[in-house]
């Protein structure tokens, strides 16, 4: 009996990428299994979303190969597209439109049935039905986002690169995100994501990628990484709650005791 291996979701091999003379990625290699999500952390400058750009199709490698949901970069980006989904740093939706029409936008030009059932659902589950009938322009930074990512889940996509997904949201809208994307990959899509948040790449990414000086010099799970780090003396300290424990805290508390009155 043979046991058949699935190929990655992503696959990268020699990436490189300059610009005006000085390189930002210089030989980048890196796999992301279907069904996990992978964080990619580097410095400001370090390349990662350049590495996004080019794996989304939307900027030109120098040099290398790479594979994404089954369909070669080079030869096949239209493929590549339609099994793909980005969310970018900045909120890509049009103010003009409500909420639900963004949504709805979207899920017509992906072809998906029922376009005003996904939107709804959408809507409800990044608790936005109160504002989908707004027009975008009222919204909030935060609810922009959060619009921008649900916009982003239209069609299931077998891979998503999310680039900050979290910049600029309250505790519980980031929360709200980062539940969404263990369903999505518990639902087997791969998750390519950068983050500034060190503390939400520890507790939500099966593996870990380090971008610096354009290669990847460390990649692995976080006992993996841990390992690369000699053991430090431990000493009992009292934990205090963080900011965010209290905030989810008292906030929820409130809204409890209000929905009892």
Known sequence: MTTTIAPPAIRIRGIEKSYDGRSVLRGVDLD?????VVALLGANGAG??????????LTRPDAGTAVVGGHDLATEPLEVRRSI????????????????ENLMLIARLRHVHGPGAVADGLLERFRLTDAGGRAVATYSGGMRRRLDIAMSLIGDPSVIFL?????????EARIDVWDTVRELAGRGTAILLTTQYLEEAEQHADRTAVLHDG?????????????????????????QPTLEEIFLALTRHRTENEGRS
């Open 32 to 36: 992301v299994e279907a069904g996990s």
């Open 48 to 57: 990662k979303t350049t590495l996004v750009r080019i794996l989304s199709t």
């Open 85 to 100: 989904s980005l969310t970018g740093q900045f909120a890509a939706v049009d103010e003009v439109l409500t909420g639900r």
């Open 163 to 171: 680039d900050e997904p979290t910049t600029g949201l309250d505790p």
């Open 215 to 239: 290669r990847i010099i460390a990649n692995g799970t976080l006992a993996e990484l841990k390992r690369l780090l000699p053991p430090t003396k431990v000493e009992y300290v009292e934990k």
